[in-house]
Each structure stands twice: as structure tokens, then as C-alpha cells.
């Protein structure tokens, strides 16, 4: 059957009914080890093309053969250890990622500091599972020396495992149908061009592949909330990465993304700092523990900053130069900063020169910043020219023997005019190529995709 004008997204009975049927017919004698929603998926990924889902099929149990998949612990069954955050189901208590617990690999310890947090939380409207991951506190350069890409996809394909064969088949019980994909919230609050680490980035790129090849069809559909704008250059190197498929369910949201999720996730199962009524107060860390903002205040946790110092009895100053050329002609120019301190809260001002003249603007006024209790960051519009950040100690503060680390990053980010707000990302047809094969640009997808805001 060829899928080149039929809508993958909502295909009839008759239609999906002729398809499995062509697909039986090649599996032969292994037709009825395996149900009509699996061959489904399998098909779609494949554009309906039988003898391509056949192939895929073939690879996929060739591969959890390979690798020993179903000999893995499978987490939250038989007193295994979970290997992610879990709330609100069933057949597994709520838990955490614990590393104490016995039975936890000793790779995944080695990283689980450098993660933002993430969490199978609950459902949403439709009794899909939902997992929420807290993007925007990774330390993905911490990930890139602590984690090789073999480590990643082993914890990833555990987790995966968990959810489609533990919690997908308890929320197909209680929904009354069957419950085969997942939503996905990816909260970018606190993301930082210094996160945009190439080799951290590759282990994102090995996972995606992954899922791909191995587990298709199984994303419902993907939010990506808080996108700061520096996520406009990041996303143009992603986007490659991913199956058309996949792009067709990503949903990048604005300022607007509480009521967008809110059509999706019943209050009651969203987290409150997603806007959503849910706390899991009896829980550690709440809905969404985060091993980064748990140890955000331990000594040596500068990780997934720039720059570390720090500051006694003097001030401490930072300039960063934007250069006429670089933002003439951009639609928008800005600079990210973030800072955290120990022990107490300094005092933050932000001043402005123009090029060749010494005089100082001051853009910040100096104010007490409790950054020893939360991180404060935010972003600004710029002009040409040398800003100047300051951080002093308050009034009758602390002294050189009393003095506090001060961890900061800094970024100046220039746009050509792509802009996020909410919206989906809608996958458009790249010009054929002479000799090409439509189905094999559809499976890499690359240079296929592009965000159309309209």
C-alpha cells in the first residue's frame, strides 16, 4: 500500500485493516506472534510500506536478541529499582531515582548529578502516561565526561522497557483502550547556550536515533515549554536529527504554554511550576525532583555554569563586548546571564558603554539578589557595545576570611528572524532529488524538516 496521499495521522479502519493484511501475508508463520497494533506502528513508521515494516520488524527483534534486552531488570518489577522518578500509577508506588538502593548500576551514579530531573508523572486527558523532564538544568557538558553514549542508551532503553511494558499496559486497563505512546513535557526553564555542548548533544542524537530505528511510533506528542531564545540556534541543529514523524508531533510553546498544556493535562495531574495544581508534597523533591537544584548549593556544584570565583572582601566585575557588526541587520540581539551564590545575597548592576566613549549607563540598577536561595537569571535586548557586569557585597557584609563562590554565565545570542512562540512544527517535503528514494528521505529526514511559524 503506498502512503503518498493517504494522512498517517488519521487513517480509516478499511485502511489500517489492508495494510496489516499486506504485512501478514509476508510474515508468514510469524503472522500471529504479534498483535494488530504493533504491526500498526511498525507500518506507519514505514509509510504503509509492507515489505519496509517487515524489514524493520525483522531488525528490531534481531537487535533486543543482540543485546540481551528482555534479560534486563526491568525497573519496578520484582523489586528491581526504578531508573526514573515515578508518580501517580498503580503498578508501581510512587518513587524516586534512587542511588542508594541496591541493585542501581554504578554507571548511572556516575551521572545522576549532572541530570535536570525527569519524571513518569501521571496522565494526561487521554490516559497516556506522561513524562515531564526538567531540560533547562542538565549539565550536559557534566553528561558529555561522566556518560558515555553506550551508558545513556542503556539507562534510556530501561526506561523505555518500564514504560511501554509496565505503565502502558496499567493505563490501557484503566482507560478502556489500548494506551500505546506517551506524552512528553520538556521544561527549558534555566536553559543556557552553555548548555550546547556537541558531544552532550550527541548522546541526545544517539537516543533519538535509537528510538527511531527500534521503538517507532511510540511519542504522542512532545511539548517543549520555556524555550528561551538562544533555543532558535539549537533547534536548527536538532531538528536534523529527527525522524519526520517526530517532528510532526513536537509543539514548541511560548509564553502561552500553561493553557496550551492545560488542553492536554488535567490541572490536577500538572505540576504547579508547569501551571498546572499538583505538588506531590509527600514525596521528595515533589513532582519532578531534580538532582541539579538539589545540589545546586553543594560545594563544587558550578558545573553548569561558565564561570566560577570567589568573592571576599572586594567586588567582582565581568565585561562582554557586542560588536556593531554582529548585530547590525539581526532581528533580535540578547544577553542571558544567570549567577547563583553561597552562604548570603549580593548586590547586581548592570552598566552600558557605548564604543569609544568611556562614560557608563547604568542599565541594572544595583539591588540585593538572593541568589543563595534561588538562581536568578533572565535576558535583555542589546545595543553595541560593552556591558559590565557587577556583583558587591552587601552593607557590613562579609569579609576576605568570610568570603562566598560566586558561579555565573554570560551569552550573547543574535537572530535572523526566526522567532518561537507557541506553535506546531509542521514538516514540509524537500525537493526530491534525482535518483532519490522518497521513503529513505522520509526515514533520516534529513534537511527535511524545518519550523514553519506562521
Known amino acids: 500500500m503506498s502512503a503518498s496521499k493517504i494522512d498517517l495521522n488519521n487513517l480509516t479502519d478499511d485502511q489500517k485493516t489492508q495494510a496489516i493484511k499486506e504485512f501478514r501475508a509476508l510474515l508468514g508463520s510469524e503472522s500471529p506472534k504479534h498483535d494488530d497494533n504493533t504491526l500498526l506502528r511498525f507500518l506507519i513508521a514505514r ?14 527483534f534481531e537487535w533486543r536478541e543482540k543485546e540481551g ?21 498503580r503498578s508501581v508506588p510512587d518513587a524516586n531515582w534512587d542511588m542508594s538502593v541496591e541493585g542501581m548500576p554504578e554507571d548511572f551514579k556516575k551521572f545522576y548529578s549532572c541530570m535536570g530531573g525527569g519524571c513518569f508523572h501521571k496522565v494526561d486527558k487521554e490516559g497516556t502516561p506522561v513524562f515531564i523532564e526538567r531540560t533547562g538544568y ?3 557538558k557534566g553528561l558529555a565526561v561522566k556518560c558515555s553514549p553506550a551508558v545513556m542508551l542503556d539507562w534510556h532503553i530501561r526506561n523505555n522497557e518500564f514504560v511501554f511494558n509496565v505503565l502502558m499496559p496499567e493505563c490501557t486497563q484503566r482507560a478502556g483502550k489500548t494506551i500505546e505512546k506517551h506524552t512528553v513535557i520538556f521544561d527549558c526553564t534555566g536553559l543556557g547556550i552553555w548548555q550546547f555542548d556537541m558531544t552532550g548533544l550527541n548522546l541526545l542524537r544517539a537516543v533519538s536515533d535509537l528510538d527511531s530505528r527500534v521503538y517507532p511510533e511510540r511519542l504522542g506528542k512532545l511539548f517543549i515549554v520555556n524555550t528561551p531564545g538562544i533555543f532558535a540556534r539549537a533547534w536548527n541543529i536538532i531538528k536534523r536529527w529527527l525522524d519526520k514523524r517526530i517532528l510532526e508531533k513536537i509543539f514548541i510553546c511560548g509564553s502561552d504554554y500553561k493553557d496550551v498544556l492545560l488542553q ?34 553543594a560545594k563544587g556544584a558550578g558545573d553548569n555554569f561558565q564561570f566560577s570565583t570567589s568573592l571576599g572582601s572586594s567586588s567582582h566585575e565581568y565585561e562582554i563586548t557586542v560588536p556593531k557588526e554582529e548585530v547590525e541587520g539581526a532581528s533580535q540581539a540578547k544577553l542571558f546571564y544567570k549567577f547563583r551564590t553561597t552562604k548570603r545575597a549580593v548586590h ?46 552587601p552593607a557590613g557584609g562579609f569579609s576576605l576570611f568570610n568570603s562566598l563562590a560566586l558561579d555565573y554565565s554570560i551569552d550573547l545570542t543574535v537572530e535572523d528572524g526566526e522567532e518561537f512562540v507557541t506553535e506546531h512544527v509542521t514538516v514540509h517535503e524537500a525537493d526530491e532529488k534525482p535518483g532519490s528514494d522518497s521513503d529513505d528521505v522520509v526515514e533520516t529526514a534529513e534537511g527535511v524538516g524545518r519550523l514553519s511559524v506562521s
Open 47 to 60: 509509510q504503509l510500506n509492507a515489505q519496509k515494516a517487515h524489514e524493520m520488524l525483522n531488525g528490531y
Open 69 to 89: 534486552i528482555d534479560r534486563l531488570p526491568v525497573p519496578g518489577v520484582n523489586g528491581n529499582p526504578v531508573m526514573q522518578n515515578v508518580r501517580g500509577f
Open 138 to 140: 542538565h549539565d550536559v
Open 264 to 297: 492536554h493535562v488535567d490541572a490536577e495531574n500538572l505540576p504547579d511550576f508547569l501551571g498546572g495544581k499538583c505538588t506531590c508534597s509527600h514525596m521528595p523533591g515533589g513532582c519532578v525532583p531534580s538532582p541539579y537544584l538539589e545540589s545546586r548549593n
Open 348 to 393: 547586581f548592576e548592570i552598566r552600558h558603554r557605548k564604543e569609544d566613549c568611556a562614560d557608563e549607563r547604568v542599565i541594572v540598577p544595583s539591588t540585593s539578589r538572593d541568589s543563595h536561595k534561588e538562581i536568578v537569571q533572565s535576558d535583555m535586548n542589546v545595543e553595541p557595545g560593552t556591558y559590565v557586569f557587577s556583583w558587591q557585597k
